[in-house]
């Protein structure tokens, strides 16, 4: 009779730290905004050329709306700015900080960047730069607008966002990139591209989305998703208005590299001019409900 008892009360035992632990295991983690602002209140491009460097022009200030400062310091982020290259002097590119009408029909803060003309590889990203936590999973969503002109021009393309692990380079061979573009076909007809690599001319993988329409000279709502994994469990989903341009399982690393920077917005390609403007950035620690 006892042994029945003492094993009667070891089944339950068993079966509530058993319980408590599938319970335990289904709480989901819920993601934590790191980041937002609309560019509004006192944000502003500092243009001082702040000696050693590489032409960055820091964005600062407090958006009051939503009491998040920049510059931008998520996953342990330092010095992240506007980083002019091959600009000629600021002459190929420009930025500001301009009040246009945004995506709701308001008058709104926005970064305006314009490209002019290419000199060699022009360009001019927002980086978010020395992560020091870069395995981590990240999501990210901003409203951005772009010129018509430049996405008819046949077989042209233009980057608008991209990350890279450390390493990354043409020669080492070691990293990866994780890079959104928009193509032109032969007919000057605009589409989007999504693409992992380990350098430029080497892809590790690529989707073409031709059935989501690419918006002409209007607002659209892009967002990013990596889940950081060299296995199978990885994942890279893009989306544009609610609508899945590419959505990748697999390898978001390689050689276990963790994210180096983050190229937030960019403004970069072989079809100018070209402008932009973005508004309502938002950075997640996770896809928010």
Known sequence: MRNSIITSIIGVLLICISCNKKSSDKIPVKP????????????????????????????????????????????GASESALHYIDDDNHQAVSS??????????????????????NINVTQCPYEILNIQEGTKDLYVKYWIKTDSASLFQPDMWRAIFEYKTRDYNENSNKGFRLIAFIYTDNDGIPYWHWQGDKNPENPVWEIDNRTVPVPVNEWFLTEFYWHWSESDDGRALWKVNGQIIGDHYGPTTRNSRPVDFIILTQIYGNANPKYQWIDDIEIWSGIPE
């Open 96 to 117: 500001a900080i301009q009040t246009v009408i945004g995506h709701n029909g308001d008058s709104t803060k926005v970064l305006y960047c314009k490209e002019h003309y």
């Open 32 to 75: 934590t905004l790191l980041f937002k602002s609309g560019f509004e209140s006192d944000v502003y491009i500092d243009n001082t050329a702040y000696q050693d460097s590489e032409d960055y022009r820091y964005i600062k200030g407090t958006d009051n709306e939503t009491g998040f400062s920049w510059p931008v310091n998520i996953l």
